[in-house]
Each structure stands twice: as structure tokens, then as C-alpha cells.
Nanobody, 120 residues
Framework: QVQLVESGGGLVQTGGSLKLSCSAS????????MGWYRQAPGKQRELVAT???????NYADSVKGRFTISRDNNKKSVYLQMNSLKPEDTAVYYC??????????????WGQGTQVTVSS
């Protein structure tokens, strides 16, 4: 069984910063890549930032220059530093991982989500 656990969400004022963390654990052989999505009320889940299988990073246009994704491969963890937060960044943020599990299957896993609320 594989678990992704996020932390670091909360309430912050406009212009503030938060850092999200996500760690994968359980029956994992190797992690291919990890990243972050978010879902605001009444909206579809959207990509925020991700590593690619080649190790590059991709960001949504709306967060470029403000958010930074990083990772610790040894800890099977991914982080999202969010600066200059805006009310429109308010959403539930989900970590995901593309990985090989102990059954030698490549699969996609999601965390439970962490709420980020930016007050105006």
C-alpha cells in the first residue's frame, strides 16, 4: 500500500508565503515523478507544478515566478514554496506521484489534500 501525506497548508494573508510538503511511503520500488495539483470550489482540478520524468519542472502560468517546486529523492518527498500568494490561489492542494509499487506496477497516487486559504 502506498500513502502520500501532505502538510503545510493554512490561512495566510495576500502577499504571504506558505510551504507545502508531501512524502510518499509504503510499498514503493521507485518514484518516477511527483507534483502538485489544486482544486478551488466549483472548479476543476488543475496542475500547479510538477517534475517531469526527465527531471524538468513545469508550472501553471498563473503561478510562474511565485511558486517553486523542489524535491528530495532520498525522502521520496516533494515541496511547493508559495510566495506572493493571492486570493485566487485559495484551493485544496493535492500531491501526486507516478511510481512503481512493490507489485511491479506503475501507477498514479494522490494525497488527501491540504487546504490553502488566502485572505484579501
Amino acid at each position: 500500500q502506498v500513502q502520500l501525506v501532505e502538510s503545510g497548508g493554512g490561512l495566510v494573508q495576500t502577499g504571504g508565503s506558505l510551504k507545502l510538503s508531501c512524502s510518499a511511503s509504503g510499498s514503493i520500488l521507485s518514484v518516477n515523478f511527483m507534483g502538485w495539483y489544486r482544486q478551488a470550489p466549483g472548479k476543476q482540478r488543475e496542475l500547479v507544478a510538477t517534475f517531469t520524468s526527465a527531471g524538468y519542472t513545469n508550472y501553471a502560468d498563473s503561478v510562474k515566478g511565485r511558486f517553486t517546486i523542489s524535491r528530495d529523492n532520498n525522502k521520496k518527498s516533494v515541496y511547493l514554496q508559495m510566495n506572493s500568494l493571492k486570493p485566487e490561489d485559495t484551493a485544496v492542494y493535492y500531491c501526486y506521484a507516478d511510481l512503481w509499487n512493490s507489485a511491479y506496477a506503475q501507477d498514479y497516487y494522490w494525497g488527501q489534500g491540504t487546504q490553502v486559504t488566502v485572505s484579501s
